[in-house]
């Protein structure tokens, strides 16, 4: 009766009813018209949960920092608490609006007392607040929200005309759902189309005219079945699969930010490539993606190099190599990132609204976010990389088979050596040099003579003492010249240093990482210093992310440290030892050239330091290869902290490692002359000992030419690595890195420490799972993990039907849309993650299998208004193809596509200049490169293929799992004059004119372009554009020219050339109509 009046009066301006509490409530009449066409039963997931998400959540959700009044709407407890600035009153009382503030506020004409508030800059229309109304009424039951909740198999639904057209279980989950919007399928699509759509759809390729002719031809019942698996079985399945999860993966041949240097990862698009052509199962696919590195191999041996190249999605991220930023800063960015990503890519969560904050719509708290983020904050990486072409570690090495096999057998070589060395016996020898008396000719040294390369005692400015015709300079931050400052001091004269000024010794101190060496120096530390490097050969500090060695206070503690690009391709040891402050002490840097950290030493006023080793892990030369290679610069260097106020003096360098005595002679520890006034048989045990190193390193000539072969094996073993091709994966650190909650999403504001998990409402952690980044990859796999599996297949469908079950693919959340199909989402989650154990292939098999999918994609005005994005899918797929299919098949029906997989990125044609703007040159390809798939198209972010980018490729700059779709003429313009394009025409049109009946040539060209045979009115109208443009073409030669120097491709001189370009615009014509650009 209530309801029947409300339709009556629904006119008025305001109606009276009674509310269920037994008090009047003031119902406006537009809301009691709505509440009229309201469904007896509301869903609070379908219909209420979307009004106060959008419209109430802001205020009132799970975001505490925004919370007004201290309300929550999106929990019944809070709801229908006592509200905390009004007692006595609730905001929602089930079943009561009389004692409900909700239904006062939102009714209320009182713009200070309605909500939503003015401020807020939202507002309810009668709809909703007819349901928000209804709801009350009805009880106002909350529940979960739906993503959170673990799918259930419901059971396949059998409409009335199931048995005529359903033909697996997807049919009739959609033909049920048909029926109850009175709706019918479409018929069958068109056999031609029907193998566009699916070639396209499987492989990103259209199908030649002999096989379309072939499936024409084929009446057998599983015809259409032998397709499926011919094209699953391609190679260019997996090429088409990946241009999808390269977006999700953000894959880039580009660092990105404003400096966007190149950078090579294209191993890891191969390993998408392969792991789909494979048909790994997804699960793996997200395990190796994830945690590859901390994965068991076959028989339970070390990760698999695959493994390892899969752990590069998490290092595909932008990372910045401008200078001047703030290293931390970057590495934060990149954890978030993520972090980010793997909210996004495979639970399509956006857990980066928590950055800052708690999350205002999804409950994910702003702890939550740094839980995930723990997880990614593991490996030693740089904020700021190179600036040059090396990458940010750790990577991992790629050498092909026959550099692996000439790896191996240089390692074998070096290892063999090593023991040879190492098993040296040498006592016969050093006797008899001992007896001979040869220790005795060290008296007249006041410091090691034997590979001395420099020695700079500044009484004769910067001159090299051991060669007085080379002399140092003293330099400027970028290299300019500058005067050195000397100083008289009880030592004589020393070199005092501002910080910003350096010693460039020039030719001295240019080692290699496999070259023995020994640095020494007096230096004096004024008291307020506690950071600056004391020596080092590099380009500069953190611009090459030390590259070469050094020799730094940090936090008031001594780094020793070799590079070839830090930290991880690195060897770095902090010494233990305070360092006195104001008054000289003597440092002394050996290094034997193994490489190892043992290797690296540091003495201390003669002593040998207590180390602690940071990281052990040095695998590539430190030199740059390049013809002004840096030398040892002191007291300073590019872009870095300086030895300030500090003085240094009596600087040695060697071409050797020292032995711990002499390291104690250079620091006037011990002198030579002790020991040579004695017999061989008067020398103490210790004295023999130090001798004996002594002459092991210097005198034994055997033992010198082992050195000098084992030295040579590791050079050339260097050289060999050089061109071997290098890509970033993860690593853990021995040790965890602590993680904190970052106030306002600040690096520099941490909180309280937070450690690895995940948001409960999704899954809680289970014990059983380590916590590590396998442990979040087997929880994102979990059984009960609720998103997963609804994702992969959401996203999976979105492929094939052109919009998700979910139309927002990037949000389960409570801003995303609702299931178009709930019941069919989880039914294909639950088979593809339980029945199918994540195999793609059969799920894929499953959906193009389907009558749903192969259905005529034409439709009525009065169904693309009822269901504009054929959600309901009364009819066949259909849309734009994709940027890189409306390239690849204008590539592939001109014959000019080049078929192969993998490899590194191609340079096809685009505008000249495009990539001045970050100060580089665009080179385009001059091989059959040109030709590849667009899979392959280089991908720089800051300035994206044109082509591609005008077709709604993504930019790749972050996690992008739905492309937007655009409309815009440039569109046109660039199918019209793109070099691609007219080449492809031009092809065409080549063969259009070798063809004797233009009829039949037309009709080859229109189904290589469009997959279909052309009806007899388009064939007319193209054979009278053929012949008025070779009319036109045969009369102005030169317009025939223009059009066939697009490209590389060199056509038959034997032909007519008004003949080509004629057939050239029929092709280009073709190909720029909807029949071709648009899948049916």
Same mark, same amino acid.
């Given at each position: 009766?209530?309801?029947?009046?409300?339709?009556?009066?629904?006119?008025?301006?305001?109606? #009276?009813? @009674? /509310? $269920? +509490?037994?008090?009047?409530? %003031?119902?406006?009449?537009?809301?009691?018209? &709505? =509440?009229?066409?309201?469904?007896?039963?509301?869903?609070?997931?379908?219909?209420?949960?979307?009004?106060?998400?959008?419209?109430?959540?802001?205020?009132?959700?799970?975001?505490?920092?925004?919370?007004?009044?201290?309300?929550?709407?999106?929990?019944?407890?809070?709801?229908?608490?006592? #509200?905390? @600035? /009004? $007692? +006595?009153?609730?905001?929602? %009382?089930?079943?009561?609006?009389?004692?409900? &503030? =909700?239904?006062?506020?939102?009714?209320?004409?009182?713009?200070?007392?309605?909500?939503?508030?003015?401020?807020?800059?939202?507002?309810?229309?009668?709809?909703?607040?007819?349901?928000?109304?209804?709801?009350?009424?009805?009880?106002?039951?909350?529940?979960?929200?739906?993503?959170?909740?673990?799918?259930?198999?419901?059971?396949?639904?059998?409409? %009335?005309?199931?048995?005529?057209?359903?033909?697996?279980?997807?049919?009739?989950?959609?033909?049920?759902?048909?029926?109850?919007?009175?709706?019918?399928?479409?018929?069958?699509?068109?056999?031609?189309?029907?193998?566009?759509?699916?070639?396209?759809?499987?492989?990103?390729?259209?199908?030649?005219?002999?096989?379309?002719?072939?499936?024409?031809?084929?009446?057998?019942?599983?015809?259409?079945?032998?397709?499926?698996?011919?094209?699953?079985?391609?190679?260019?399945?997996?090429?088409?699969?990946?241009?999808?999860?390269?977006?999700?993966?953000?894959?880039?041949?580009?660092?990105?930010?404003?400096?966007?240097?190149?950078?090579?990862?294209?191993?890891?698009?191969?390993?998408?490539?392969?792991?789909?052509?494979?048909?790994?199962?997804?699960?793996?696919?997200?395990?190796?993606?994830?945690?590859?590195?901390?994965?068991?191999?076959?028989?339970?041996?070390?990760?698999?190099?695959?493994?390892?190249?899969?752990?590069?999605?998490?290092?595909?991220?932008?990372?910045?190599?401008?200078?001047?930023?703030?290293?931390?800063?970057?590495?934060?960015?990149?954890?978030?990132?993520?972090?980010?990503?793997?909210?996004?890519?495979?639970?399509?969560?956006?857990?980066?609204?928590?950055?800052?904050?708690?999350?205002?719509?999804?409950?994910?708290?702003?702890?939550?976010?740094?839980?995930?983020?723990?997880?990614?904050?593991?490996?030693?990486?740089?904020?700021?990389?190179?600036?040059?072409?090396?990458?940010?570690?750790?990577?991992?090495?790629?050498?092909?088979?026959?550099?692996?096999?000439?790896?191996?057998?240089?390692?074998?070589?070096?290892?063999?050596?090593?023991?040879?060395?190492?098993?040296?016996?040498?006592?016969?020898?050093?006797?008899?040099?001992?007896?001979?008396?040869?220790?005795?000719?060290?008296?007249?040294?006041?410091?090691?003579?034997?590979?001395?390369?420099?020695?700079?005692?500044?009484?004769?400015?910067?001159?090299?003492?051991?060669?007085?015709?080379?002399?140092?300079?003293?330099?400027?931050?970028?290299?300019?010249?500058?005067?050195?400052?000397?100083?008289?001091?009880?030592?004589?004269?020393?070199?005092?240093?501002?910080?910003?000024?350096?010693?460039?010794?020039?030719?001295?101190?240019?080692?290699?990482?496999?070259?023995?060496?020994?640095?020494?120096?007096?230096?004096?530390?004024?008291?307020?210093?506690?950071?600056?490097?004391?020596?080092?050969?590099?380009?500069?500090?953190?611009?090459?992310?030390?590259?070469?060695?050094?020799?730094?206070?940090?936090?008031?503690?001594?780094?020793?440290?070799?590079?070839?690009?830090?930290?991880?391709?690195?060897?770095?040891?902090?010494?233990?030892?305070?360092?006195?402050?104001?008054?000289?002490?003597?440092?002394?840097?050996?290094?034997?050239?193994?490489?190892?950290?043992?290797?690296?030493?540091?003495?201390?006023?003669?002593?040998?330091?207590?180390?602690?080793?940071?990281?052990?892990?040095?695998?590539?030369?430190?030199?740059?290869?390049?013809?002004?290679?840096?030398?040892?610069?002191?007291?300073?260097?590019?872009?870095?902290?300086?030895?300030?106020?500090?003085?240094?003096?009596?600087?040695?360098?060697?071409?050797?490692?020292?032995?711990?005595?002499?390291?104690?002679?250079?620091?006037?520890?011990?002198?030579?002359?002790?020991?040579?006034?004695?017999?061989?048989?008067?020398?103490?045990?210790?004295?023999?000992?130090?001798?004996?190193?002594?002459?092991?390193?210097?005198?034994?000539?055997?033992?010198?030419?082992?050195?000098?072969?084992?030295?040579?094996?590791?050079?050339?073993?260097?050289?060999?690595?050089?061109?071997?091709?290098?890509?970033?994966?993860?690593?853990?650190?021995?040790?965890?890195?602590?993680?904190?909650?970052?106030?306002?999403?600040?690096?520099?504001?941490?909180?309280?420490?937070?450690?690895?998990?995940?948001?409960?409402?999704?899954?809680?952690?289970?014990?059983?799972?380590?916590?590590?980044?396998?442990?979040?990859?087997?929880?994102?796999?979990?059984?009960?993990?609720?998103?997963?599996?609804?994702?992969?297949?959401?996203?999976?469908?979105?492929?094939?039907?052109?919009?998700?079950?979910?139309?927002?693919?990037?949000?389960?959340?409570?801003?995303?849309?609702?299931?178009?199909?709930?019941?069919?989402?989880?039914?294909?989650?639950?088979?593809?993650?339980?029945?199918?154990?994540?195999?793609?292939?059969?799920?894929?098999?499953?959906?193009?299998?389907?009558?749903?999918?192969?259905?005529?994609?034409?439709?009525?005005?009065?169904?693309?208004?009822?269901?504009?994005?054929?959600?309901?899918?009364?009819?066949?797929?259909?849309?734009?193809?994709?940027?890189?299919?409306?390239?690849?098949?204008?590539?592939?029906?001109?014959?000019?596509?080049?078929?192969?997989?993998?490899?590194?990125?191609?340079?096809?044609?685009?505008?000249?200049?495009?990539?001045?703007?970050?100060?580089?040159?665009?080179?385009?390809?001059?091989?059959?490169?040109?030709?590849?798939?667009?899979?392959?198209?280089?991908?720089?972010?800051?300035?994206?293929?044109?082509?591609?980018?005008?077709?709604?490729?993504?930019?790749?700059?972050?996690?992008?799992?739905?492309?937007?779709?655009?409309?815009?003429?440039?569109?046109?313009?660039?199918?019209?004059?793109?070099?691609?394009?007219?080449?492809?025409?031009?092809?065409?049109?080549?063969?259009?004119?070798?063809?004797?009946?233009?009829?039949?040539?037309?009709?080859?060209?229109?189904?290589?372009?469009?997959?279909?045979?052309?009806?007899?009115?388009?064939?007319?109208?193209?054979?009278?554009?053929?012949?008025?443009?070779?009319?036109?073409?045969?009369?102005?030669?030169?317009?025939?020219?223009?059009?066939?120097?697009?490209?590389?491709?060199?056509?038959?001189?034997?032909?007519?050339?008004?003949?080509?370009?004629?057939?050239?615009?029929?092709?280009?014509?073709?190909?720029?109509?909807?029949?071709?650009?648009?899948?049916?």
């Amino acid at each position: 009766m209530i309801k029947y009046l409300m339709f009556l009066l629904a006119g008025l301006p305001l109606w #009276l009813s @009674e /509310s $269920p +509490g037994g008090k009047d409530v %003031k119902v406006p009449a537009d809301v009691a018209a &709505e =509440m009229a066409k309201l469904p007896a039963q509301l869903d609070y997931n379908r219909h209420v949960k979307p009004v106060l998400s959008d419209k109430c959540f802001a205020c009132h959700g799970p975001d505490k920092a925004k919370q007004k009044a201290g309300l929550r709407l999106d929990m019944s407890k809070n709801a229908f608490g006592q #509200l905390p @600035e /009004s $007692p +006595g009153k609730v905001a929602i %009382k089930p079943g009561d609006w009389a004692k409900s &503030e =909700m239904v006062h506020r939102i009714l209320s004409d009182d713009a200070e007392y309605r909500m939503p508030t003015p401020q807020s800059h939202l507002t309810l229309d009668a709809r909703e607040k007819a349901v928000l109304l209804k709801w009350i009424k009805d009880g106002a039951e909350y529940k979960p929200h739906w993503a959170f909740v673990k799918p259930q198999k419901a059971a396949v639904p059998a409409p %009335k005309s199931a048995t005529e057209w359903a033909i697996n279980p997807i049919d009739n989950f959609i033909l049920a759902g048909l029926e109850r919007e009175g709706l019918r399928p479409a018929a069958e699509a068109d056999k031609e189309l029907l193998l566009r759509r699916l070639s396209l759809d499987i492989t990103g390729l259209p199908p030649t005219i002999e096989q379309l002719d072939a499936f024409v031809a084929d009446k057998n019942p599983d015809a259409y079945e032998k397709q499926v698996d011919r094209l699953l079985a391609s190679p260019h399945y997996g090429e088409r699969m990946a241009a999808d999860w390269l977006d999700a993966a953000r894959f880039a041949d580009s660092h990105g930010y404003s400096t966007d240097r190149m950078r090579d990862m294209s191993p890891y698009r191969d390993w998408v490539i392969r792991s789909f052509n494979q048909n790994m199962p997804y699960s793996d696919f997200i395990h190796q993606q994830l945690a590859g590195d901390l994965m068991k191999g076959p028989g339970n041996s070390a990760p698999t190099r695959d493994m390892l190249i899969a752990t590069a999605f998490n290092r595909l991220h932008q990372q910045n190599g401008e200078g001047g930023i703030v290293e931390e800063e970057f590495q934060t960015e990149y954890v978030m990132d993520r972090a980010n990503t793997v909210g996004d890519a495979f639970m399509a969560i956006s857990f980066g609204c928590a950055r800052c904050h708690d999350h205002k719509y999804d409950p994910v708290s702003h702890q939550n976010y740094y839980e995930l983020f723990s997880f990614f904050n593991n490996v030693r990486e740089a904020g700021q990389i190179a600036h040059n072409e090396d990458l940010p570690t750790p990577t991992l090495m790629l050498p092909d088979e026959k550099q692996e096999k000439l790896m191996q057998f240089m390692r074998s070589a070096i290892t063999e050596k090593e023991a040879k060395i190492a098993g040296t016996n040498t006592s016969a020898g050093f006797e008899q040099w001992l007896a001979a008396g040869n220790y005795q000719k060290l008296v007249s040294e006041t410091i090691p003579k034997e590979g001395l390369q420099g020695f700079y005692d500044f009484e004769d400015s910067l001159s090299n003492a051991v060669n007085k015709q080379q002399k140092g300079a003293m330099k400027r931050d970028a290299g300019d010249k500058d005067k050195p400052v000397f100083e008289k001091t009880a030592r004589g004269q020393v070199l005092l240093l501002n910080g910003d000024s350096y010693a460039d010794l020039k030719d001295v101190g240019l080692f290699r990482r496999s070259e023995p060496f020994s640095i020494g120096m007096w230096a004096w530390f004024p008291k307020d210093f506690k950071e600056g490097v004391i020596f080092h050969k590099s380009n500069a500090e953190r611009l090459y992310n030390f590259k070469g060695y050094h020799l730094l206070m940090k936090n008031n503690v001594l780094e020793i440290s070799m590079a070839h690009t830090a930290p991880s391709n690195a060897i770095t040891r902090h010494s233990r030892l305070p360092v006195p402050r104001e008054k000289w002490v003597h440092l002394t840097m050996t290094y034997d050239g193994s490489s190892t950290a043992q290797g690296f030493r540091l003495y201390q006023d003669g002593a040998e330091a207590p180390m602690e080793t940071v990281i052990d892990q040095l695998y590539k030369d430190i030199i740059f290869y390049q013809k002004n290679e840096p030398a040892l610069q002191i007291g300073g260097w590019w872009r870095g902290l300086g030895f300030k106020g500090g003085k240094v003096d009596d600087i040695a360098v060697y071409n050797r490692n020292l032995t711990p005595y002499e390291a104690r002679i250079l620091a006037g520890k011990a002198a030579w002359e002790n020991m040579a006034g004695k017999t061989a048989n008067a020398l103490t045990a210790s004295e023999k000992e130090s001798l004996k190193a002594y002459y092991q390193q210097v005198a034994d000539p055997a033992l010198q030419t082992e050195r000098q072969e084992l030295r040579r094996l590791r050079m050339a073993y260097d050289d060999s690595t050089k061109n071997v091709a290098e890509i970033m994966v993860m690593q853990e650190m021995p040790k965890p890195k602590k993680s904190f909650l970052l106030e306002r999403g600040q690096y520099d504001m941490p909180a309280q420490e937070v450690f690895p998990n995940t948001p409960a409402a999704i899954l809680p952690f289970p014990d059983s799972l380590p916590k590590n980044r396998l442990g979040l990859a087997k929880w994102l796999t979990n059984k009960e993990n609720p998103l997963t599996a609804r994702v992969a297949v959401n996203r999976f469908w979105q492929n094939f039907f052109g919009v998700g079950l979910v139309k927002t693919a990037e949000d389960f959340g409570n801003q995303g849309a609702l299931p178009s199909n709930p019941e069919l989402l989880d039914w294909l989650a639950i088979k593809f993650q339980q029945d199918y154990n994540w195999d793609v292939k059969q799920l894929i098999k499953l959906m193009v299998m389907s009558r749903t999918y192969r259905q005529d994609s034409h439709t009525s005005p009065e169904l693309l208004e009822k269901d504009p994005d054929n959600q309901l899918l009364a009819r066949g797929p259909s849309g734009r193809l994709t940027a890189e299919m409306i390239r690849d098949n204008a590539l592939a029906a001109s014959g000019l596509l080049n078929p192969k997989i993998g490899g590194k990125s191609i340079k096809p044609y685009q505008p000249e200049g495009l990539w001045e703007i970050n100060s580089m040159t665009y080179k385009a390809d001059t091989t059959d490169a040109v030709y590849r798939r667009s899979v392959y198209v280089v991908v720089k972010r800051s300035v994206p293929n044109p082509t591609l980018a005008t077709f709604d490729a993504s930019s790749r700059s972050s996690c992008i799992v739905r492309r937007q779709r655009t409309n815009t003429p440039l569109q046109a313009l660039v199918t019209l004059n793109d070099p691609t394009f007219l080449e492809a025409a031009k092809v065409i049109g080549e063969k259009m004119a070798k063809e004797q009946d233009a009829g039949a040539a037309i009709v080859q060209a229109y189904r290589k372009l469009t997959g279909r045979t052309p009806q007899p009115k388009e064939i007319g109208i193209l054979e009278n554009l053929r012949k008025m443009e070779l009319d036109q073409f045969t009369s102005s030669p030169q317009k025939a020219k223009g059009w066939l120097q697009s490209g590389m491709y060199k056509i038959d001189p034997s032909l007519d050339p008004a003949a080509v370009a004629a057939n050239a615009v029929v092709a280009i014509t073709i190909l720029n109509s909807d029949a071709t650009l648009t899948k049916r």
